[in-house]
């Protein structure tokens, strides 16, 4: 089970103590309640009180390679994309999905390349910007 809407660090703990397989740090894209912390802003704070016992995703406001690589740098797993996609979808089908998941990988490259942030090459993001080379 994965719990989505966690914004605060105690919320994250209680996921882990009732056996959650992962949490999504969101704030439904600040529809819901427009005063929230952002995903950004909570993710930090989560990271640092769970990072290891649960998977976290992240959500809300991700738009192209550079938010995905800020989610990961902020402590997030992986990311979840709504908007950017349904959007690609809706304008070109297949196609539209395609490019737009072309167009973030090749964003993440280039983000992790100017940054000069050292991973591990076992890392997921690293192996989908090289392995094609």
């Keep these: 089970m994965v719990i989505k ?7 994250a703990r209680d996921a882990v103590r009732f056996g959650a397989d ?4 969101s704030n439904h894209g600040g529809r819901q309640l427009d005063g929230v912390l952002s995903s950004a802003r909570a993710l930090p704070m989560i990271a ?4 290891g016992d649960i998977t976290i995703l992240a959500d809300s406001g991700i738009r ?13 797993d992986s ?13 070109a089908g297949q196609a539209g999905v395609e490019n737009l998941l072309a167009l973030i990988k090749k964003e ?12 591990s090459l076992k890392s997921a993001v690293i192996r989908w910007c090289w392995r094609d080379r």
């Design 79 to 91: 990311v979840l994309l709504g908007r950017a996609y349904l959007y690609a979808l809706a304008t």
């Design 64 to 76: 192209s390679g550079l938010d995905v690589v800020r989610m990961i740098a902020l402590g997030a």
């Design 108 to 119: 993440m490259c280039v983000a992790m390349t100017l940054t000069g942030r050292k991973v």
């Design 48 to 51: 640092d009180a769970v990072k």
């Design 22 to 25: 992962g949490i999504v740090v």
């Design 5 to 11: 809407g966690i914004l605060d660090a105690d919320d």
